[in-house]
């Protein structure tokens, strides 16, 4: 019996022991041990050996826990709108400070807390240095200049290459050939500038055009898949998707990509002419089709013009990139004027016909706002909301006009009552796009409520989430959950919320605000459709360029 009892003992001591704590790597390795600190590096011991990594290629570490069941409660707790964000796949740091600040909120025991903090410090020196992750490596504002200025050169090696090829006379075998093989070389250095691009997701479509331009067709289609999969939001990654679908002679198949670019770009003539030059491409036999129907539909819209210059020819492709500087002359790369697209989100709320309130850092000052209606792609535009702000700084919500909807919106009443304990939902979503693009709702009673002081202290939202708007059961509007969007700040930020009575001058506005009647660029005639529902996502795009802080910045010469 002793010997039983010994046996046991020792196997509970072996168990206990054995748990050690789990240390994720940057680049997806995973090691179990005991670890301790020692200057910059991480030291695990482990069962077989120790081991020594550098503290920066930790991505994060799990305290062990000894104990006969595994706790659910310690785990973060995911609402059923969102899907668990993996913080291995972040390629910007602000992302992980907010991951690790909601396993924090969500934790219950204290457990691994101290280990998560020290991950919230780490990672919010990082978001200062401004820092992103590029093929696995976290580089900086240097890094990123220093690659561009690589592709600068290579680029300038393509197109003088290309120059030598257009001073070529000639139509003997010996000019036709010397011709082909200066083209050759030149989108040899194409594809070699696109790979030093810094950022990842421009480097595809960079390397998607190159191919385009060598007439690799089947390669750049699988590039310019990948870029759309990433950033559907991107009018040219639809339209090289289409183009690159032409020339395979899959002209059906391109329409919906066309379609899709003017849908992200309607004041584009050059998104226009792409979709009319698809239609034109399209068989007759295949002319019923509910893509073309569809196509035809949105060209209805426009006037015709007498004057119609192709997007792409001879001369090169107009890439209908954000931002300017995106077109691409004789056979060579667009140069975009940044660094990296950015994307930011938010949850619209409808209080006229035409107007939504969204968060304003998730619109103000964005190269494209885009609204999902209706399964659809709209744009929208940001109308300046200071003027109708009497707070300090900038007002956290701006005015959003969208012409081609008509919105049912919510009931807004400045002095309205609540009565205590009514019902209460605040919709957020993750301010960085690369969290996720679910709306999250969180419910809870009204706690107490006067004009200019609130507490809704159950309907609170994340570490993270940009400005929520928070409605009673039956759609009427309370007010909206300051954003949480501060690494600087604990939680992101104080669980504070706006009033409509801060509001009520930018409410006034939007209700008051009349749709466009017609794009003037393109001679669109506006047809309004009523939208279903009246909360919305709201996508800001933005141009970032990462400077060395002290450098003088220099645009690109076209």
Not at 191 to 203: E, G
Request: proline share 6%; charged share 30%.
């Amino acid at each position: 019996m002793r010997r039983f009892m010994l046996g046991a003992i020792v196997c509970c001591l072996v168990t206990a022991t054995a748990a050690g704590d789990i240390i994720w790597l940057q680049n997806g390795k995973k090691y179990e041990g005991k670890v301790t600190r020692k200057g910059g590096t991480v030291v695990i011991e482990m069962r077989f050996g120790t081991i020594e990594v550098r503290e920066t290629d930790v991505l994060r570490i799990v305290k062990a826990e000894i104990t006969t069941k595994p706790k659910t409660s310690d785990a973060p707790k995911y609402g059923p709108e969102q899907r668990p964000f993996d913080a291995s796949k972040a390629v910007i740091p602000e992302s992980v400070v907010f991951y690790f600040m909601r396993k924090i909120a969500a934790s219950q025991t204290g457990l691994g807390e101290s280990e998560d903090r020290h991950q919230v410090r780490r990672w919010r020196d990082a978001a200062h240095d401004r820092v992103r992750k590029v093929a696995g490596q976290w580089l900086g504002p240097k890094e990123f200049t220093s690659r561009r200025e690589t592709f600068d050169r290579i680029l300038k090696e393509a197109v003088e290459i290309m120059r030598q090829r257009y001073r070529i006379r000639g139509t003997s075998r010996a000019d036709l050939l010397k011709k082909e093989s200066l083209t050759l070389s030149a989108v040899v250095k194409m594809k070699s500038a696109a790979m030093h691009w810094p950022d990842p997701l421009l480097k595809k479509f960079l390397t998607g055009v190159a191919h385009y331009e060598g007439r690799a067709w089947p390669h750049a289609l699988r590039a310019f898949e990948e870029c759309v999969k990433q950033a559907p939001l991107v009018p040219a990654f639809h339209q090289g998707h289409g183009l690159a679908l032409l020339k395979l002679n899959r002209t059906e198949e391109a329409l919906p990509s066309f379609i899709k670019a003017l849908q992200l770009a309607p004041d584009s003539k050059d998104a226009l002419q792409l979709l009319r030059d698809g239609m034109k491409a399209v068989p007759g036999t295949r002319t019923h089709s509910p893509e073309f129907e569809q196509a035809k539909e949105m060209v209805s819209e426009y006037k015709s013009s007498r004057k119609s210059s192709s997007p792409y020819g001879y001369k090169g492709v107009r890439w209908i990139l954000p931002g300017k500087y995106s077109k691409a002359r004789d056979n060579t790369l667009p140069v975009p004027e940044y660094h990296r697209l950015v994307f930011h989100q938010g949850v619209g709320v409808a209080i006229g016909k035409h107007a939504l309130l969204v968060d304003t850092k998730t619109v103000a000052n964005a190269a494209a706002i885009i609204v999902e209606i209706d399964g659809k792609y709209v744009t929208g535009k940001y109308k300046k909301s200071v003027l109708y702000w009497r707070g300090k700084g900038d007002p956290p919500v701006s005015l959003v006009t969208v012409s081609d909807y008509s919105f049912s919106p919510v009931s807004v009443d400045v002095d309205a009552k609540f009565s205590p304990k009514a019902a209460m939902t605040a919709h957020a979503m993750n301010f960085w796009a690369e969290m996720g693009d679910e709306i999250h709702v969180t419910r809870g009673p009204l706690k107490g409520y006067k004009k200019d002081i609130t507490q809704i202290d159950p309907v609170k939202i994340r570490p993270g989430d940009s400005t929520a708007p928070v409605l009673t059961a039956d759609k009427r509007l309370v007010g909206f959950r300051a954003a949480k969007t501060d690494v600087r700040e604990v939680e992101g930020g104080p669980d504070k919320l706006w009033t409509l009575a801060q509001l009520e001058r930018m409410i006034d506005r939007g209700v008051r605000i009349k749709p466009a009647t017609m794009f003037w660029v393109t001679k669109r005639t506006i047809v309004v459709k009523p939208a279903k529902g009246n909360l919305f996502k709201v996508h800001g795009v933005f141009c970032e360029t990462l400077n060395v802080p002290g450098a003088d910045v220099k645009k690109p010469r076209r």
